[in-house]
């Protein structure tokens, strides 16, 4: 069963870096769905269960994803090249490749989202869409295994260390305002009723 759109995370809005971790396992879940479906169906009628996962994951990187690159792109990264920290020259290193990588990955998903569309669309793909789908998608794994390993295991470690709290409150204040979700206690979950600051 894939992960659904609007699902509990681990993190809240006060965990900003262990959120946008848990974007990551979201992003290889539908993506492993995505997969899954293009090998098995390979372009044939889709069941009604394998309809509604592609639609599924389709819309979580249409909708969920940009915001998770906007997070990354406008409130991490831009906070990591102000950092006076040598550690933050190592960090920016990283930054420069993930940045190229966020673009690469755009524009695959666009291919990807067309030939989705198409497929749902007209209930089947033509031999060469479906062929065109699977090397999307096998470029987007790539792609990702490397940009994730990165991120959870280097960046997100390295901004633990070098961000202040402070810093760290307001990535997760902008993360949270672009979901259009208003924090008033630094404990709501995204997507959970929001408790009144004393």
Request: with cysteine; glycine share 4%.
């Amino acid at each position: 069963m894939p992960i659904r759109i609007g699902q509990r995370p681990d993190h809240t809005f006060d965990e900003p870096l262990g959120l946008l971790s848990d974007c990551h396992r979201r992003i290889e879940q539908f993506l492993r769905v995505l997969v899954t479906i293009a090998e098995r169906a390979d372009g044939r009628s889709l069941t009604p269960s394998q309809r509604a996962d592609l639609e599924a994951a389709i819309a979580y990187f249409a909708t969920a994803a940009p915001k998770h690159t906007a997070d990354e792109e406008e409130s991490l990264f831009p906070r990591l090249r102000r950092s006076d920290d040598p550690a933050a020259a190592r960090a920016l290193e990283t930054v420069a490749r993930l940045e190229h990588d966020h673009a690469e990955a755009d524009r695959h998903h666009r291919a990807v989202e067309t030939l989705v569309t198409r497929w749902l669309a007209d209930g089947v793909l033509e031999p060469g869409d479906s062929r065109d789908l699977r090397r999307h998608l096998n470029a987007l794994g790539k792609i990702y295994l490397q940009h994730i390993a990165i991120e959870d295991d280097e960046l997100f470690p390295a901004a633990q260390r070098l961000l202040t709290a402070d810093q760290v409150h307001e990535i997760g204040q902008e993360m949270a305002a672009r979901r259009s979700i208003p924090i008033t206690a630094r404990t709501a979950r995204p997507g959970e009723p929001l408790k009144k600051s004393s």
